[in-house]
Structures are given as structure tokens and as C-alpha cells.
């Protein structure tokens, strides 16, 4: 038998749990604050508690790779475990990895974050199409087959992304526009949400791009980076039942206590829901 799809279970996530996806992001001041040392033992405690309190409720969480790379082997050690009992406790996990590379570099990309055998597989991950959307390819079809989800780089919460994203291609759409038709193209006919999404900040006020890509929209930029729930029709639209909205900082400034980290995802899951349903 086929895996069920990314969408498929993405959409039931959501309906059940909630659409927020709170970031796991252990940068060094984050464990300062939690007074945690900056150190494996830090980076490992801080990540059991996020996962011990949120894996059982919320719809998505995403480990930031970056932060346990820069640990080595031993910081994998922990991203491996973490992802591991979330998907356990009934969490979907996606790797915010940003991966981007072309032929057998892409394949072994896909390989670490999106085969069932590997240490890492994940829900799903996050990859940048700016050496060209076909370069994703292997990733692609590795998540097929597994029912794996991948996330496109479209339209970032970043400043600078603007240069490159909002420039315009041969046939007049910005290259953002043209990495989302490639997405609703390969959504096309998938019910109930296809399992290619796209990143779309929060903060850009109007998008400025057709986003119904016929599937999910993560989108960072809620809390630090100064959007809010109430900002979310405005930016995504008729697409906002689709939206994922991503926070780290204004769920994990509440650790290290475990009620004050669910307590603020479930406010927020709240809020989303309000502002959705108000669109």
C-alpha cells in the first residue's frame, strides 16, 4: 500500500490539533534565557523539553538543523532522538533544513530527511528552488514515496530575499510566481491539500503572488519578527485556510517551564484560529 500523503495528513493535523508549527530553534541566547549552558548537555535538555511539551498537541514542530550542527555529531545525536519521540507523541516534524543542490547532492539530500530508513526522516523538509525548480527533483519524488512533505523557499520573511525573489523571469512573473506555479503544478488533483508547499512570510503585508498552489503555506515571521495572527488574510487571502503559521521565539521565550510553553502555543493556535475564521 501507498504511505498516506504529506496533505492528507498535514490537513488532519491541522483540523484536530490546530494550525501553528512551532519552530525548535536552541541558539545560544535562547539557552542563556532557559539558563541552560550553551553545550550538548544545554542543546539536549532544552530540546526534550520543547518536545515533552508540545509534541502531544500542536500540528507541527520544526527543528532548526543549523542549531544542532553546530555541535557536530553529538548535536545530531540529539536532532536524530528529537524528531524521533515527536513524530512518536503524534507531531509532524519538518526539518528546516533549506536544502538546495543539484543531481546526486539533491538525492543524497532527500535520502537524509525523506527515506523511512534513515536517522532523520522527517514529516517533512524545507529546500530553496533558486537553482532552478527542476533541481528539486529527487526530493520530490523521494517524498512520494514516501508520503513525505517538501517546503519551497517562495517568498521569505527576509528583506534581501526580495532581490532575487521578487526579480522578474523571461516571461514577465517573478521568480516567486514562477516557483509557485511549479508548485500548484505538482498539487495539482491531490486531495485534501497536495504535499508541496511554499514559504511565504508573514510580515510582507500584501504578497503580491497568486498562493493557491493547492497546498500549505508556512509561514514565519509571527511574534519577534513583528507579524501577528490578525495579519494573516491580509497576506495569504482566499488561501489562508492553508496557511501554517510558524513561531519560535513567542513560544519558546516561555520555557523553560513546560505550562508556559502550552500555554502560549495554545493561546496562539487560538488566535490563528480566530483570525482564519474571521477572514
Same mark, same amino acid.
Given at each position: 500500500m501507498s504511505p498516506e500523503p504529506f496533505g492528507a495528513r498535514l490537513r488532519h493535523a491541522m483540523d484536530t490539533r490546530g494550525p501553528l508549527c512551532v519552530g525548535i530553534d536552541p541558539h545560544a541566547s535562547l539557552l542563556t534565557a532557559w539558563g541552560l549552558n550553551d553545550d550538548v548537555a544545554g542543546l539536549e535538555r532544552f530540546t526534550r523539553t520543547v518536545v515533552e511539551a508540545l509534541a502531544d498537541r500542536v500540528a507541527v514542530l520544526k527543528p532548526q538543523s543549523a542549531f544542532f550542527e553546530r555541535f557536530g555529531s553529538r548535536g545530531i545525536a540529539v536532532l536524530e532522538k528529537a524528531v524521533q519521540e515527536a513524530r512518536a507523541a503524534g507531531a509532524l516534524v519538518l526539518m528546516d533544513a533549506k536544502r538546495g543542490d543539484i543531481g546526486s547532492t539533491m538525492g543524497a539530500y532527500a535520502a537524509t530527511y525523506l527515506e523511512k530508513d534513515s536517522p532523520?526522516?522527517?514529516?517533512?523538509?524545507?529546500?530553496?528552488?533558486?537553482?532552478?525548480? /527542476?533541481?528539486?527533483?529527487?526530493?520530490?519524488?523521494?517524498?512520494?514515496?514516501?508520503?513525505?512533505?517538501?517546503?519551497?523557499?517562495?517568498?521569505?520573511?527576509?528583506?534581501?530575499?526580495?532581490?532575487?525573489?521578487?526579480?522578474?523571469?523571461?516571461?514577465?512573473?517573478?521568480?516567486?510566481?514562477?516557483?509557485?506555479?511549479?508548485?500548484?503544478? *505538482?498539487?495539482?488533483?491531490?486531495?485534501?491539500? /497536495?504535499?508541496?508547499?511554499?514559504?511565504?512570510? !508573514?510580515?510582507?503585508?500584501?504578497?503580491?503572488?497568486?498562493?493557491?498552489?493547492?497546498?500549505?503555506?508556512?509561514?514565519?515571521?509571527?511574534?519577534?519578527?513583528? !507579524?501577528?495572527?490578525?495579519?494573516?488574510?491580509?497576506?495569504?487571502?482566499?488561501?489562508?485556510?492553508?496557511?501554517?503559521?510558524?513561531?519560535?521565539?513567542?513560544?519558546?521565550?516561555?520555557?523553560?517551564?513546560?505550562?508556559?510553553?502550552? *500555554?502560549?502555543? *495554545?493561546?496562539?493556535?487560538? *488566535?490563528?484560529?480566530?483570525?482564519?475564521?474571521?477572514?
Open positions: 532523520l526522516f522527517s514529516d517533512a523538509v524545507t529546500v530553496s528552488p533558486y537553482l532552478g525548480f /527542476g533541481s528539486l527533483r529527487p526530493a520530490l519524488d523521494a517524498a512520494v514515496l514516501s508520503g513525505a512533505g517538501v517546503f519551497v523557499l517562495a517568498l521569505t520573511s527576509n528583506p534581501e530575499g526580495a532581490e532575487v525573489q521578487r526579480a522578474t523571469a523571461a516571461d514577465g512573473r517573478s521568480l516567486a510566481q514562477l516557483m509557485l506555479d511549479h508548485m500548484a503544478a *505538482e498539487n495539482e488533483g491531490m486531495t485534501p491539500l /497536495g504535499s508541496v508547499g511554499a514559504v511565504v512570510g !508573514a510580515t510582507l503585508g500584501d504578497a503580491g503572488a497568486n498562493l493557491a498552489i493547492n497546498g500549505p503555506l508556512l509561514a514565519p515571521g509571527i511574534g519577534a519578527q513583528g !507579524a501577528t495572527p490578525a495579519d494573516l488574510p491580509g497576506v495569504f487571502g482566499s488561501s489562508v485556510g492553508n496557511v501554517v503559521p510558524s513561531v519560535s521565539r513567542g513560544v519558546l521565550s516561555q520555557g523553560p517551564d513546560v505550562a508556559g510553553l502550552r *500555554e502560549a502555543a *495554545e493561546r496562539l493556535t487560538d *488566535e490563528i484560529r480566530a483570525a482564519v475564521a474571521g477572514s
